[in-house]
């Protein structure tokens, strides 16, 4: 799985202190490829830091924008939060410089994403992926994930990439949430893994006034949500 903004061309990479310019000027530029990495285990089931180093040794040489840390793919929910935080803290130690670092940190309770999202900047994450609380999806509305997301990018101390797969959640993050949370100024847009690229083209139409940044969740539709999102 991939993740590419869904409009605008590919840009330079920053430098973490050029990334942190940037974002005291404006909006965070997502610009590029994110490969969302997995999260080695021992055959105790214990993190393994080693391996972990080793795989990130790999991606190093090749230019990624930057790397998504505990999506889908990292297992987050068969970590505790200890370990949750100490991965991005493994990884921000071995992420070369310039290269941007974007957080899972998405939990059941509004509380404890808050907690979570702060734990997360402080370990070293440019920006944090939010994915939608689901145990109880059948009382996740859009006003309960407005409201949700609303009070998690309010307290972040850096932005919030909203996370919608539908495909591990069963919930799917209404368009007009999406819209209406396009407009806080600490969310920076969505990772859209649910594959529907007539969806995603109708996100990037109704929220270019906000400049909200479109990100495709995965390589089977890439190329389709970038020809969608690119801008003359």
Known sequence: ????????????LLTTRSLLRAWS??????????????????????????????????????????????????EYPYLTEEERVEVVRAVRRSLP???????????????????????????GADAVLVVTPCF?????????????????????????????????????????????LSQHPNILGLKDSGGDITRMGLIVHKTKAQDFQVLAGSAGFLMAAYCVGKRP
């Open 1 to 12: 799985m991939q993740c590419a903004r869904a409009w605008g061309p590919l840009r330079p």
């Open 25 to 74: 000027r404006g909006r965070l530029d997502l610009s590029g490829i994110y490969p969302p990495i997995a999260t080695p285990f021992t055959a105790e089931q214990d993190v393994d830091y080693q391996q972990l180093e080793q795989n990130l040794l790999k991606h190093a040489k090749i230019p990624f924008k930057g790397l998504v840390v505990q999506g889908s793919n990292g």
């Open 97 to 123: 410089e310039g290269k941007l670092l974007m957080a899972g940190s998405g939990c059941e309770s509004t509380r404890a994403t808050v907690e979570l999202t702060g734990k997360m900047a402080a370990a």
């Open 136 to 180: 109880y999806k059948g009382k996740m509305d859009g006003r309960a994930l407005i409201h949700h997301f609303t009070k998690v990018a309010d307290s972040s101390p850096v932005p919030v990439v909203l996370y919608s797969v539908p495909a591990n959640t069963g919930l799917e993050l209404p368009l007009e949430a999406v819209v209406e």
